[in-house]
């Protein structure tokens, strides 16, 4: 049979993990995103609808144990990829999401080495957050990877590669789904 002999190549990887020590901590979270969009106007990048804050607050104090979190599981995912022992990566930016329904986020990319998104609250029917397959040259083809969902949960934290092409479903539940978003780099 052919598939003995069948190979998958050049695959793209996630990672994901919950963040249980955050537990108590997300409910501050919550409060400092909704006083945001309360006093701010949203910004504007692959969000349509709902409120996207402006990427500076990894500089808010009550943040300040979340990305300690995130910048220690960054490390040891990229010490994996690199010979470099003492290249350590740092959140460069974090925004806050909050869609209502029918809110969602188009396809895009981020910048930075890695990036990722920790949930908050996902209420039933929130919207999946969705990556696309990069073979990008396989669009429209017969042979072609599916594009790889997952189902939101509060508490878990998703990271991946900058470069993966990715979306975020509408939310079509009648609560609101809030989430961090952070991109990390070289310090």
Known sequence: MIKDI???????PIWGVMLNDQKYQSKDYIDCLQEIRDTQISAKKSNF????????LHLVPVFRELIRSIENLTNSIISEYTDNKTLRLEVKELWGNINTYRDYNASHTHGGILSGVFYLKTPKNCGRLVFRDPAVRSDGHIIRNKDYVI???PLACIFFPSWLEHYVEPNMSNEDRISLSFNLDRK
Not at 6 to 12: A, L, M, N, S
Not at 49 to 56: A, E, R, S
């Open 6 to 12: 069948q190979q998958t190549i050049f695959g793209t």
């Open 151 to 153: 189902n939101p949960e």
């Open 49 to 56: 609808g709902g409120h996207q804050t402006h990427p500076d």
